[in-house]
């Protein structure tokens, strides 16, 4: 069997399938300047944007969550009216289409957007309105993407049982499941069992962020009691696993995720930026994908990491050796993944992701 190496030109082309993006960590640092300037915000720390961008950044040795997400006080900041939230989310919808990303489901936290007197509903319906007006001109451009989002509830808060409600009272007018997100240490899954438990009496979708910068028990937690369908990063389930005279041996934790297939939404960079890893050569993606786990490769943070899904591919294929073979069996297990309708789904494999790997396979080498 013939491999395909990967280039930066052929990442782009290639279709791809994103499941795990924060709005308000996907901003374009340009419209954070011109929104700034619109609402007389002073906090930035520069109006360049290229200095800005950098900025945003946050990956120095030692970067740790807290410095990662200081950038998000002033994203969210900015991102309190329907206008801006209906722009906001036009521009990542566009911007992922440009990148060749054919599906997304982007989350964001309706309750950190209510400063500027939105009611959570009216929070949610920019938003959605706001991914529709940018899939019609991702289409004018040519390019073809699905957005459906998530409704994220902060774990260290108390409205996880209302944010579910909402999630499934906008069910068919975009939104695709339900999240948790916020600090893992010292705030358990297991605190919002009733608004999970709500999702799943009304037979709807949820994913947890579980398995990032805390261990197993959160991982544990959010599979066992939550029933997570998806877990958030959970890259430490690489704590479940133990290499023993040159073979590893997954714990019953471990083995019971691979066996269940259930999907690590892993995002490489965006640990190493916030200290959950030590580098990307050294990330336990490599072993996961390995030891045929259900990976999937996102983004978290496109500003706070400053990269693309593109780029993602490109620097994770770099450090692990991956081929055209390897980006189609991670974009497939995203698209397997998703909180869609299975018809839907297998149509989106059928006819737009599988003909598009097939197509790059048939070019000549570059």
Known sequence: MTTTPLTLDLIRRAPKVLLHEHLDGGLRPETVLEL???????????DDPDELRRWFVVDTPGSDLVGYLEGFAHTTALMQTRDQLERVAAECAIDLARDGVVYAEVRFAPELHLAGGLTLPEVVHAVVDGFSLGTKEAANEGHRI???????AMRQATLSETIAQLAIDFRD?????????????????????????LIQREDFHLTIHAGEAFGLPSIWEAVQFCNAERLGHGVRIVDDIHEVDGHYQLGRLANYVRD?????EVCPTSNVHTGAAASIATHPIGLLKRLRFR???NTDNRLMSGIKLSSEFATCAAAFGWDLADMEWLTLNAA????????????????VIKPGYAALRELPAQ
Not at 337 to 346: G, K, M, P
Request: proline share 7%; charged share 25%.
């Open 173 to 197: 007018e975009g939104v695709c499941g339900f999240d948790i997100a916020g600090p893992e240490d010292g705030f358990p899954p297991t605190k919002h069992l009733r608004a999970f438990h």
């Open 336 to 351: 397997k993944s998703a909180f869609y309708e299975f018809d839907t789904r297998l149509a989106m494999i059928n006819t």
């Open 295 to 297: 990976v999937t490769l």
């Open 146 to 152: 699905v957005v459906r989002t998530l409704l994220s």
């Open 260 to 264: 269940r297939r259930i999907p690590l």
């Open 36 to 46: 700034a300037r619109e609402v007389g915000y002073r906090g930035l720390p520069t």
